[in-house]
């Protein structure tokens, strides 16, 4: 009967160990997706800060020299998509809308998307 003891507490031993183990892995995967999670979000609001900060820069809000230089070179490069599109939207039958830059039908009268009147 001894060793049969010794064999059920061994085991009930072994029981706690990997149910202890088992709720620290559940309890730190909880931890990082928490974490992954507010890292996340963390970055919409960077995403946020920087267009909040880009538009005021752009409506000559801000007058420094070094992001009024980035801000001009964000609306180059804006423009310039804004012509491929065009280019590629003539080529099959699209076109984009100039408020929200959603490609939409050639013969739209208003944006699907935005539902901006859109002008020939």
């Known amino acids: 009967m001894d060793f049969l003891d ?4 061994v085991a009930k031993e072994t029981f706690q160990v990997v149910s202890k183990k088992t709720g ?6 909880k931890q990082k997706f928490n ?3 507010l890292e996340n979000k963390r970055s919409k609001d960077f995403e946020k800060l920087g267009e909040i900060y880009y538009n005021l820069i752009k409506n ?3 007058a ?5 230089k980035l801000v001009d070179a964000i609306i180059k490069k804006d423009n310039e998509i ?7 939207n003539d080529a099959v039958s699209k076109k ?3 408020n929200c830059k959603t490609n939409i039908s050639k013969t739209a009268v ?3 998307s935005c539902g901006a009147k859109v002008e020939d």
């Open 6 to 9: 010794n064999a059920i507490d």
């Open 24 to 29: 620290e892995i559940v309890t730190t995967q």
């Open 35 to 37: 974490i992954a999670s």
């Open 60 to 62: 000559s809000e801000i």
């Open 64 to 68: 420094d020299e070094k992001t009024k």
């Open 82 to 88: 804004y012509r491929l599109k065009k280019e590629l």
């Open 96 to 98: 984009t809308c100039p």
């Open 110 to 112: 208003y944006c699907s």
